[in-house]
């Protein structure tokens, strides 16, 4: 079955840790993208990568960091800057970097809890 | 930039009553437009797209949506509402951001409620 995958699906941390989230596809999709969402709010855009070894920074980048080294991965690091670090992830794929038609699709989420 | 409305937070219907989710949109050329629905603590799945082919799209699970240039709208409809419908949904824009890439713009979400 081709699609993106998440883990863990819940995750704590203590404050002041980095954490290491993870997604995965086999879509052999160009571009992926890392979403956070709030209660109540749409998605925000996190980072963005069009190519192996390449990426971006999306709307709310800062605290956060990625890589992607491979075109399948594309892990996101929440660092101890990030101020409200609590919420859910959403990793998310698409065909074709440069096309507005072309969906994306999401991957199941991680869950993240600071405390 | 564009930006997408989702003029109502929560929507409440009966079991087999017609749904009706509305969504407006700024756009400055012709946009790519989506609903996605969220299932509680899931990710988000793809209902339908508009891309500038057919201004009526139908999409899984018996849902569809109008584009209306005129009106800047793409209201999200289903005939009859069925309990598993219960979610949240988001319109969604498309845009080209400033290098090339592909960025959606969401709106803040409907909740579906649905009682029997």
Request: hydrophobic share 30%; glycine share 8%; net charge positive.
């Amino acid at each position: 079955d081709g699609g993106i995958t998440q883990s863990p699906k819940y995750l704590f941390r203590k404050e002041g840790q980095n954490v290491t989230l993870s997604c995965e596809q086999n879509l052999n999709h160009d571009a992926m993208y890392w979403y956070r969402q709030d209660p109540g709010q749409g998605l925000r855009l996190i980072y963005y990568s069009q190519i192996v070894n390449d990426f971006q920074k999306g709307d709310i980048a800062e605290g956060y960091s990625v890589s992607r080294e491979k075109k399948e991965s594309f892990p996101l690091t929440v660092t101890s800057a990030q101020k409200n670090p609590t919420a859910f992830y959403l990793c998310a794929s698409s065909r074709e970097r440069s096309s507005a038609s072309y969906e994306q699709y999401f991957g199941p989420g991680t869950r993240l809890t600071v405390t | 930039a564009q930006s997408v409305t989702q003029l109502d937070s929560h929507v409440s219907v009966s079991e087999g009553t017609p749904v009706l989710l509305r969504c407006n949109y700024s756009s400055s050329y012709s946009p790519s437009l989506f609903w996605y629905v969220q299932h509680p603590n899931k990710g988000l799945q793809l209902l339908l797209k508009y891309t500038s082919a057919a201004t009526l799209v139908k999409g899984i699970n018996g849902f569809e949506a109008e584009f209306k240039k005129s009106e800047t709208s793409f209201h999200l409809t289903k005939p009859s509402a069925h309990m598993s419908d219960a979610a949240e949904y988001f319109c969604v824009v498309s845009e080209k951001g400033n290098t090339g890439f592909q960025k959606l713009v969401f709106g803040t979400g409907t909740r579906l409620l649905v009682s029997p």
